[in-house]
């Protein structure tokens, strides 16, 4: 098996490899700086490596469609630690404005998300609406020209730093559980919009609970048709599970984890001579190399337009997985020697905790499951799921 993309591929990487080294780190060397990020999104773009699907008169790139080359931008710029130009839910809610928005909802929208100027938060899950989504309760009237909100949004990541919300609500109480749903795009920063962050046992901030109260969006922010929001959120959630481009990540977090077992030592010798530590490198290595072979495999498969079948459904679920099990090792070699807890051991402790998140947010793995044997291993429902489910 020949693992490559060829020799125009190669060319065109070796091209990403000299532009991102020429603009990244930053000549003042601050990572952290917005500035500098937005300066290499602007001109990551201008070149045409990043929202390369999206029109120009919206602020992207307009390339034409290429799997490969998407690929290798995102490989390079993952390697590189550089900005990609996507913060959570604005990689969400710009495609989904794409396909299913009207032309004034892209114009107002699109090109200041891309800039960062609006920043998304995702308002799907509920008290008691999460794995089972179409529970949802939070409704909205359409009042004159406003819709009038009111219900609750918990697990909602980055709302605290967030301009605006895509927002599931149900506006036809009557309906079945799955229709009477409209998608509406929300102004959260409004006095009827109340943000709680919600403290993590890392002490960071991430996910925050949402209040409506009597807030409002004018009528035309809902986007596709009222009362048939469930399919357009279908097409939100198929960006926000999307693994294709995982490799890369997951093989840097393997290296770290190796590089740490070589550092810390364990009976006077570095953690790698452990022989059960050993093996479970061996058995994660294993792990890598299949998604990177079956990563490789689908890549193949869409850049000549053949169906990958049901691997599209399980990158999600494979990487909740491997993070956790990377992460546990990591703790396991840590133990209790915190000797560096102001740099990299750290950093391995917070990946730890925050690796038992995964398993829930953007889906549960119990969920994940059931899709990839009800859609892509055509098994039939559970039972006890019910009819309605």
Known sequence: MELG??????????????????????????????????????????????????????GGSEQ???????????????????PA???????LVVPTLLEWGTEDQRDRFIAPTLRGDIVWAQGFSEPN??????????????????????????????????????CLVRTEPDAPKHAGISYLLIDIRQPGVTVRPLVQMTRQKEFNEVFFDNAETPADMLVGERGRG???????????????????????MFRDLVKMAKEVERDGAPAIKDPRIREEL???????????YSTYRATSHDMHDRDIGSFQTMPKLYMTELAGRISKLARDIIEDDFTDMGGARLKWIERFM?????????????????????????LPRDRSQGAGA
Not at 144 to 166: E, L, R, S, V
């Open 5 to 58: 993309f060829g020799a125009e591929y190669d060319a065109f990487r070796q091209e990403v490899r000299d532009f991102i080294g020429q603009h990244w780190p930053p000549a003042d060397g601050n990572l952290k700086s917005r500035e500098n990020e937005r300066a290499f999104v602007i001109a990551a773009t201008e070149r045409g490596y990043l929202h390369r699907a999206i029109p120009r008169r919206f």
């Open 64 to 82: 034409a469609a290429d799997i490969g080359k998407a690929e290798i931008i995102r490989e390079e710029l993952t390697k590189a630690r550089a």
């Open 85 to 91: 130009g996507r913060i959570p839910g604005n990689g």
């Open 129 to 166: 609406a999460g794995s089972d989504l179409a529970s949802l309760r939070t409704k909205a009237e359409l009042v004159g020209d406003k819709w009038i909100i009111n219900g609750q949004k918990i697990w909602t990541t980055h709302a605290h730093k967030a301009t605006h919300m895509f």
């Open 230 to 252: 469930w399919n357009v959120t279908r097409s939100t959630l198929k960006h926000e599970r999307s693994g294709i481009s995982s490799m890369t990540w997951s093989l840097s």
């Open 282 to 292: 061996a058995a994660i290595e294993g792990q890598l190399m299949s998604l990177t």
């Open 354 to 378: 925050i690796s038992l998140s995964m398993s829930i947010a953007g889906g549960t793995s119990n969920i994940q499951r059931n899709i990839i044997a009800e859609r892509g291993l055509g």
